[in-house]
């Protein structure tokens, strides 16, 4: 299974830009799909998860201005990122928790991140 992201670059603040992040390979089901990021010189963070069937949880630093939605059809998550502020710069990883048959327990892969920078 790979997970595939994109979508960053350079914004603004006050800005909007928009990840993508599809799964390909032996998927079966995705149960979570979400995204984390890393800041320099700091600890990985979750930003938002979605749990299929479930509304989507968000780390308190982006609610309101953040939404996560996913296709289970395309096996893809996304994270619409408005009102952006320099301390939203990080690299951004995708997550996803993938069964790859019904009886096999879910596996956490993540993607190979995407830098989001904003100026200020």
């Known amino acids: 299974v790979q997970l595939q992201a994109s979508g960053g670059g350079l914004v603004q603040a006050g800005g909007s830009l928009r990840l993508s992040c599809a799964a390909s390979?032996?998927?079966?089901?995705?149960?979570?799909m979400g995204w984390y990021r890393q800041a320099p010189g700091k600890q990985r963070e979750l930003v938002s998860s979605?749990?299929?069937?479930?509304?989507?949880n968000y780390a308190d630093s982006v609610k309101g201005r953040f939404t996560t939605s996913r296709d289970n059809a395309k096996n893809a998550v996304y994270l619409q990122m408005s009102s952006l502020k320099p301390e939203d710069t990080a690299v951004y990883y995708c997550?996803?928790?993938?069964?790859?048959?019904?009886?096999?327990?879910?596996?956490?892969?993540w993607g190979q991140g995407t830098l989001v920078t904003v100026s200020s």
């Open positions: 390979g032996s998927v079966f089901s995705i149960t979570v």
């Open positions: 997550y996803a928790e993938v069964k790859s048959g019904w009886m096999r327990p879910p596996i956490a892969y």
């Open positions: 979605i749990t299929d069937g479930r509304a989507p």
